[in-house]
T-cell receptor, first 114, second 109 residues
Framework: GAVVSQHPSRVICKSGTSVKIECRSL??????MFWYRQFPKKSLMLMAT?????????EQGVEKDKFLINHASLTLSTLTVTSAHPEDSSFYIC??????????FGPGTRLTVL | AQRVTQPEKLLSVFKGAPVELKCNYS??????LFWYVQYSRQRLQLLLR??SRESIKGFTADLNKGETSFHLKKPFAQEEDSAMYYC???????????FGKGTKLTVNP
């Protein structure tokens, strides 16, 4: 299957700072990338869907000004957590796909906000 | 709205025993159903999807529209099957997946 990478794998930051997470599809061009958040012992919650060259579509309850998503190319999407707070600490996972084809998942990024 | 329910958070079986991970869904249209697996310290990966009707690693799942279920089954569990299993649904024509909360399967020696 296709490979999706995320960087960094883990990040610790101070409250009030911003953190950028990158998601890359390494061997295919992804028309759509998805960002999920996973709480301990809970399921993956879709945060937003991003299509290359257009604005991301956010799920209900997700603050678009707090979680900035950019999908500048068919192989790269970034999630920026702005003014992070401890409650933003979580595991963030991206996936990449082409239309209704299989989604391929990244390994996830563990964010800890102190 | 679509919903996926996995009633068991934890499931423990012995090696060689049959295993069934339950998944029920609610959706009025024609969904696509998937099973994803996440082994320890690894990323989520697709195990199987109902439209392909194939058996992967000995696992099968049949979509039962009458019971709105997509249970995952394996006749003889192996220790390497120990993992988190997520059932997911996608509306026809949509790109988005809706996940259940997952079932942690432990296969004991």
């Amino acid at each position: 299957g296709a490979v999706v990478s995320q960087h960094p794998s883990r990040v610790i930051c101070k409250s009030g700072t911003s953190v950028k997470i990158e998601c890359r599809s390494l061997d295919f061009q992804a028309t759509t990338m998805f960002w999920y958040r996973q709480f301990p012992k809970k399921s993956l919650m879709l945060m937003a869907t991003s299509n290359e060259g257009s604005k991301a579509t956010y799920e209900q309850g997700v603050e678009k000004d707090k979680f900035l998503i950019n999908h500048a190319s068919l192989t790269l999407s970034t999630l920026t957590v702005t003014s992070a707070h401890p409650e933003d600490s979580s595991f963030y996972i991206c996936s990449a796909g082409r239309g209704t084809d299989t989604q391929y998942f990244g390994p996830g990024t563990r964010l800890t906000v102190l | 709205a679509q919903r996926v329910t996995q009633p068991e958070k934890l499931l423990s079986v012995f090696k060689g025993a049959p295993v069934e991970l339950k998944c029920n869904y609610s959706y009025s249209g024609s969904p696509e159903l998937f099973w994803y697996v996440q082994y320890s310290r690894q990323r989520l990966q697709l195990l199987l999807r109902h439209i392909s009707r194939e058996s992967i690693k000995g696992f099968t799942a049949d979509l039962n529209k009458g019971e709105t279920s997509f249970h995952l089954k394996k006749p003889f569990a192996q220790e390497e099957d120990s993992a988190m299993y997520y059932c997911a649904l996608r509306k026809g024509g949509s790109e988005k997946l809706v996940f259940g909360k997952g079932t942690k399967l432990t296969v004991n020696p």
